[in-house]
């Protein structure tokens, strides 16, 4: 718990003293009381309920006052609530890499799989779309509930040359952000700038004024998957930067083996590399998380994982009313009782 105006919380200190008070008028009252021959006999007169029902008054009136003074102070809490995202762009990798054997029965045969349980997974609130890159990027699914329309769009998947990561991430993020003009800003970025090191490296000062903070976007979210061997278009941590001005976060899955896994090119047996960085450095912009996959099983539990991450989410949340609803039945049960029983207020 945290507390917005902890100085508020000096008051408290306050108590011991309204203790004290409350202690002496007592010890004042029973000086012009019958006085009795030892302590014992006032307690043998009165009793343990007697003396429970004389002081519980009191009690709750205190029990009152810090609860008060607590709301007062402007107590937070975290709690986990349904999240906010309603829309999910899902980009997928089909580049030829893809069909490296690594994971069973190959890369993209296993994503697909992956996807279609994690669409099922999903709340029914939760639309998603879907966009496939190569050389290039297209939508092949708009973002819908449909579970059926999302599951067909999935098995049109086909391999195709190259791999443009950063073309797939402008393509997702102007299909979440359909009235931002992300392809106008795509334009400025080289599509063959290729020899730029992909590392995750500081983002630039200069912001405009279409900038949030990164993961501020509550509606909705990105999630790459691909093994992150980028071939050709735009540099794929400039459209994360991009992303990550616009709030939104770009959770990446990577899939595949360390070691790799030859495919055939023509004839040409190449051996593709799983390039793990580029996948990090993406999520560490956007403050997304990255994921890897070795195998066919552990892509499910990631998508399993993912599932529960864009659906749940933690959130701090101000709880003054609860003190200052605490503080109001602990005076309402002290001035009940203290009518009931002493036929006057507390």
Request: hydrophobic share 50%.
């Amino acid at each position: 718990m945290r507390f917005l105006w902890s100085d508020v919380l000096w008051l408290l200190l306050v108590l011991p003293l309204l203790a004290g008070v409350y202690v002496y008028a007592l010890r004042r009252r029973n000086q012009s009381a019958l006085r009795y021959a030892s302590l014992m006999l006032v307690r043998e007169a009165i009793g343990p309920w007697q003396w429970l029902r004389r002081h519980l008054p009191a009690l709750l009136i205190a029990l009152g006052l810090v609860c008060a003074l607590l709301g007062a102070a402007r107590p937070t809490v975290e709690i986990t609530l349904p999240s906010q995202h309603q829309t999910i762009v899902l980009a997928i990798d089909v580049s030829r890499s893809m069909r490296a054997a690594d994971i069973e029965p190959t890369r993209l045969g296993a994503a697909q799989n992956a996807v279609k349980t994690f669409v099922k997974d999903l709340p029914a609130n939760v639309r998603v779309g879907i966009v496939t890159f190569a050389g290039s990027a297209s939508v092949v699914q708009t973002p819908t509930g449909n579970r059926d329309e999302l599951i067909a769009a999935v098995d049109r998947f086909q391999l195709q040359r190259q791999t443009a990561t950063g073309s797939g991430l402008l393509v997702a993020l102007s299909l979440l952000l359909s009235d931002a003009d992300i392809a106008a800003e795509a334009e400025s970025y080289s599509p063959y700038a290729l020899r730029e090191p992909l590392k995750a490296g500081p983002r630039p000062e200069t912001r405009d004024s279409k900038s949030v903070k990164p993961g501020s976007h509550a509606s909705g979210a990105i999630v790459l998957l691909s093994d992150g061997r980028r071939t050709t278009g735009p540099d794929p941590l400039k459209a994360a930067r991009l992303a990550a001005e616009r709030g939104v976060r770009v959770h990446t899955v990577g899939f595949g083996t360390k070691g790799g896994a030859p495919v055939d090119f023509d004839g040409s047996a190449i051996y593709m590399m799983f390039d793990e960085a580029a996948l990090k450095a993406i999520a560490a912009i956007t403050e997304g998380e990255y994921f890897h996959a070795g195998s066919a099983v552990d892509l499910h539990k990631v998508y399993k994982n993912l599932t529960s991450k864009l659906v749940l989410e933690h959130r701090e949340t101000e709880v003054t009313a609860f003190f200052g609803a605490a503080a109001a039945l602990f005076a309402l049960m002290a001035a009940i009782l203290s009518m009931l029983w002493f036929h006057r207020a507390a």
